[in-house]
């Protein structure tokens, strides 16, 4: 079996406040790629965008605006595989994730929420780059897997609307952490040209979460991988449907697993056994979706 992305655990951090200023580290340097060129004006209506995660123009490009536009799309945006387990081929081009996102009003995995999230930053005005991760649970796969975004202000962020329930908050990368990521903390561990996201349970040890490095990525890069997970037998992308999203900005959270559904509040989770039947039902209340 390979991951499947964590959906919620017993128990959770509740939201923690400002952190103080951490000592800079460098972060591996970057190996650019040759841009794709300017998002097409056609297919990334921004003020749709920006409508269907509850927020409206002007959004400058700023650090508190990064970290509420991460919120809301992780609210509005569910993280769901319902086309890969139904079997409906799904792509990486920014034409096809921005459509489906706006036009369709569905949501997606990393490949799909992840490369539309970048294109709208990058219409916003943000410097963002796409980034190829191995993720770093149970079997590690062959090739990465996962897509997650650099985006560069004042100082370099991690930022990711598509890996389950994780960090809430730009994450500072140039600093080792402890980082607040509005669940729980989160670091980097820095290794010549890779560095690997963790977070710190309550027993203090880091869990490493996924490994990047320095190369900026095309949405075409990502196609070998977004095959791979479509296509091999027996991956729980294609075994198991889910749905997840932040409720309210998070750090609370619903998740819809196959017999139940699950909600985090106030840092503590409850789950309900669910039937077959439920599935549709549920699906449509708490994601506004449709198998």
Same mark, same amino acid.
Not at 37 to 65: C, K, M, Q, T, W
Not at 75 to 81: G, M, S
Not at 160 to 180: A, C, K, M, W, Y
């Given at each position: ?14 939201? @923690? =406040?400002?952190? *103080? ?9 970057? +190996? @650019? ?37 991460? +919120? ?14 139904? *079997? ?18 569905? =949501? ?46 004042? +100082? ?5 609307? &598509? ?13 080792? &952490? ?6 729980? +903390? ?5 290794? =010549? ?40 037998? &027996? ?40 039937? @077959? ?15």
């Amino acid at each position: 079996m390979l991951w499947l992305p964590y959906l919620g655990a017993t128990t959770s951090h509740s939201q @923690r =406040g400002p952190e *103080g200023r951490d000592q800079p580290l460098k972060e591996p340097t970057a +190996r @650019r790629v040759s841009s794709s060129g300017p998002i097409p004006e056609g297919f990334l209506n921004v003020d749709a965008y920006l409508s269907r995660i509850g927020l409206s123009a002007p959004v400058e490009p700023n650090l508190a605006n990064l970290e509420r536009l991460q +919120r809301a799309h992780l609210t509005h945006i569910p993280f769901e595989n319902l086309d890969v387990y139904a *079997g409906r081929t799904v792509r990486t081009d920014d034409d096809w994730t921005v459509r489906k996102v706006t036009e369709r009003g569905r =949501g997606g995995w990393c490949f799909e929420l992840n490369g539309a999230f970048a294109a709208l930053l990058a219409r916003l005005g943000y410097d963002v780059e796409r980034r190829a991760a191995t993720v770093l649970y149970g079997s590690v796969s062959r090739i990465p897997t996962h897509l997650t975004l650099r985006v560069t202000l004042d +100082r370099p962020y991690l930022v990711d609307v &598509g890996f389950g329930d994780s960090f809430i908050r730009p994450l500072p990368l140039d600093s080792e &952490g402890p980082h607040d990521g509005g669940t729980t +903390r989160f670091g980097f561990r820095f290794d =010549g040209e890779t560095t690997t996201l963790v977070s710190y349970e309550d027993d203090g040890n880091p869990k490493p979460h996924f490994r990047f490095d320095g190369t900026a990525r095309r949405p075409s890069d990502f196609e070998e991988a977004s095959s791979y997970l479509q296509t091999t037998p &027996g991956l729980q992308w294609t075994e198991s449907r889910f749905a997840t999203r932040l409720l309210d900005g998070g750090p609370d959270r619903v998740t819809l697993l196959s017999d139940r559904i699950k909600f985090r509040r106030d840092g503590v989770w409850s789950e309900h056994p669910i039937t @077959r039947s439920d599935w549709d039902r549920l699906l449509a209340e708490w994601f506004g979706l449709t198998p």
